[in-house]
Nanobody, 119 residues
């Protein structure tokens, strides 16, 4: 069982920045693929960014060049630095993790943190 606790959401003006954090309660964090998803009202949940155990990253086209995902394998924490925020980035952001060794890729989820981009 892995618990994920997000923090760092809030209200920000267009063009502003926020950094989300997600702390994982596992002693084998190094084996976990860490992801950030988001879900806007009336829309499906979508993956925003992924970082694998080796540090390789992938991003949704809508956030490339603006968002940066990173991980600290000492603190068992993943971050999402969000710059040049737009109103379309408004959503609940969720941290997710799965063990790269697991065949079923079972995902653990955090409780979500609200990000609102508005003037």
């Amino acid at each position: 069982q892995v618990q994920l606790v997000e923090s760092g959401g809030g209200l920000v003006q267009p063009g502003g920045s926020l950094r989300l954090s997600c702390a994982a309660s596992t002693s084998i964090f190094n084996f976990y693929v860490m992801e950030w998803y988001r879900q806007a009202p009336g829309k499906l949940r979508e993956v925003v960014a992924t970082v694998n155990p080796g540090g390789g990253t992938n991003y949704a086209d809508s956030v490339k060049g603006r968002f940066t995902i990173s991980r600290d394998n000492i603190k068992d924490t993943v971050y999402l630095q969000m710059n040049s925020l737009k109103p379309d980035d408004t959503a609940v952001y969720y941290c997710s993790a799965y063990d790269i060794r697991a065949a079923d890729r079972y995902h653990y989820w955090g409780q979500g943190t609200q990000v609102t981009v508005s003037s």
